[in-house]
Nanobody, 126 residues
Framework: QVQLVESGGGLGEAGGSLRLSCAASGRAFSGATMGWFRQAPGKGREFVSH????????FYADSVKGRFTISRDNAKNTLYLQMNSLKPEDTAVYYC???????????????????WGQGTQVTVSS
């Protein structure tokens, strides 16, 4: 089992930066595909980014490409999301997720992930 705890959210300004962290418990983290998703008020959960087990392969939603960077430190059991050039439309609750048992495909599909954090609020003011 994996427990995930996000941190680093808060209030940011348009054009500014925030860095989210996701601390994971359990040895399974180092072999898991990890993802970031977000959910804005009144909207469904949206894919943001994912990273493979060793950090070599990453993928981003078009809406964040070139602005956000996903990374991981397996020695620290931690996933990161560096968010630059923030926009008001980035306002959402951000969730990290771990895929350990799910299918190898569909890394941008929330339904394929096995464990989720509780979420951290990011609010971007204009």
């Amino acid at each position: 089992q994996v427990q995930l705890v996000e941190s680093g959210g808060g209030l940011g300004e348009a054009g500014g930066s925030l860095r989210l962290s996701c601390a994971a418990s359990g040895r399974a983290f180092s072999g898991a595909t990890m993802g970031w998703f977000r959910q804005a008020p009144g909207k469904g959960r949206e894919f943001v980014s994912h990273i493979n087990w060793n950090g070599i392969r990453t993928f981003y939603a078009d809406s964040v490409k070139g602005r956000f960077t996903i990374s991981r430190d397996n020695a620290k059991n931690t996933l990161y999301l560096q968010m630059n050039s923030l926009k008001p439309e980035d306002t959402a609750v951000y969730y990290c997720a771990a895929k350990i048992f799910g299918p190898a495909s569909g890394d941008d599909d929330a339904k394929t992930y096995d464990y989720w954090g509780q979420g951290t609020q990011v609010t971007v003011s204009s």
